[in-house]
């Protein structure tokens, strides 16, 4: 395995993408660890992990955490960056655990990119995981809901754009559909806290299933 973890570290999409969301996620990334840790709920998973950064530094120490990316290449980036935190390879549309298994499912960033009958699955699966009291913690965007929010827009759209294909198309169904508020009510999770970041108009939501 240590051939292996070592070319996984220099693993290049990962990088760049940490050069570039590493710092502008940082904000984000600590507020979903703090709302699990504050009610430590443990066992924790983070679906669509992507380069596991939400478990570097002081996030998940608490307890323990699991990291989820389709990409086994991102896995193997994700593991070699936090060696010692368990990351899998699987479809967070199709989740290789058990029911109840989780206290804690978060997922940032990873609904808005998918089409709609992939994001109500692994909304169905993030329910089936979650033992009774668990709570799901979800960052993503939202509609503008005041001036500056409209206008942090323009930069997300503009790099949403870049992403481009289905990406884009699927964010665009996303927000016409209501963004992530109008989402968790449709897939039956009921809010208990948000933060809600105006530039590029986020939203981080911790919800419980109705």
């Known amino acids: 395995m240590r051939p292996l973890h070592r070319k996984g570290f220099w693993y290049i999409p990962g990088r760049l993408y940490d050069l570039a969301f590493g710092l502008i996620f940082y904000g984000s990334r ?17 679906v669509c992990c992507g380069t596991g950064s939400q478990f570097r530094g002081s996030g998940g120490t608490r307890g323990p955490v699991f990291g989820l990316d389709k990409s086994c290449d991102m896995i193997r980036y ?29 997922v940032s960033f990873g609904l808005h990119d998918k089409s709609a009958d992939i994001r109500h699955t692994m909304m169905a699966e993030a329910r089936r995981v979650l033992a009774p009291g668990g709570r799901l913690v979800a960052v993503d965007f939202e509609n503008p809901w005041n001036a500056k929010s409209q206008a942090g827009t323009l930069v997300v759209r503009a790099v949403e ?37 105006e530039v590029g108009s986020i939203s981080i ?3 419980s299933p109705r």
């Open 30 to 46: 600590r507020r979903v660890a703090t709302a699990v840790e504050r009610d430590g709920l443990y066992p924790w998973l983070d």
């Open 78 to 106: 994700a593991a070699a960056r936090a060696p010692g935190r368990p990351f899998v390879c699987g479809d967070a549309a199709r989740l290789p655990f058990k029911d109840e298994a989780f206290r804690a499912v978060t």
């Open 161 to 197: 754009r870049l992403a481009g294909g289905e990406h884009y198309r699927n964010g665009r169904d996303f927000l016409k559909r209501g963004g992530l508020r109008a989402f968790l009510r449709e897939n039956g999770f009921v809010e208990t806290a948000r933060h809600e970041i």
């Open 205 to 207: 939501v911790v919800a």
